[in-house]
C-alpha cells in the first residue's frame, strides 16, 4: 500500500498473511490483502465503516453486556468502549495470532474486554448468555465464513439477543450487487424486528452495508 511502512508481519493457519502497516493517518491490520482493522484518531473515530457500529439507539435499559463476532485488531471494541463506557464486552476471534496482534500493535488493552478464541459460529452453539448489543463482523479469506451464513447461525443470534437488543451485521457488496441488501434485509427479518440499512462508501467499486435490527 503506497506510502505505508510496514511494521509487523507474519502468517497463520487460519488467516495467512497478517501485516500491520503504517502512515502519517495511522495503523491498519492487513489480512489477506484486506484491511480488517484500524487504529483511532485523535477525535476517537476510525474514519471508516466501523465508527457505524456505535450509530444506533441503545436499549431502553442500557447496555450491561456486549458481544463482538470477529475482533480483529479491536477498533470496534474501543470505539464501543468509548462511547459507552467499560459495559462488559466478549470479543470472540477466530485466530490466536490476529489476538496478540491486537494487544502487542493496537493497544487493546480495554479491561473490559474479554477475548476468547473460538470460531463465532461453535461460540454461539455453547453460549447461554443473552446480549444487549451484538456486532458481528466476521470475515475469513475477505468473504463471511460459511458456518456464519447457515440459518442455524441466525437463530442462535436472535436466540442469544436481548427481547429489546440491538444486532448489527456488516457486509460487504459491490456497487453492483444492490439487490442483494433488500434480499439480505428481507432474510435478516426471518429472525429480527426493524431492520435498518446504512451503506459507508468503501472500495472503488464496493460499500460496506451495514444492517441494524432488533430482537423480538
Known sequence: MFNYKLIYETTSPFS?????IENNHGRRLVVGGYTQSRSLKESGRSNGYWDAFVEFDPPKTGLKEILILGLGAGTMAKLLTRKFGPVPIDAIEIDPVIAEV???????KER???IIIADAADYLCRTTKKYDLIC????QWG???SQCERDEFY?????ALNTDGVVIFNRIL????GEKINEYADFLESFFDGVEILTVPGGLRSSNI???????
Open 112 to 114: 473490559n474486554v474479554k
Open 143 to 145: 468473504d463471511v465464513p
Open 210 to 216: 451495514i444492517f441494524y435490527a432488533k430482537g423480538k
Open 155 to 159: 437463530q442462535n443470534l436472535a436466540q
Open 174 to 177: 459491490n456497487d453492483d450487487e
Open 136 to 139: 458481528v463482523d466476521a470475515f
Open 16 to 20: 495467512g498473511e497478517i501485516k500491520v
Open 102 to 108: 491486537a494487544k502487542s500493535y493496537f493497544d487493546l
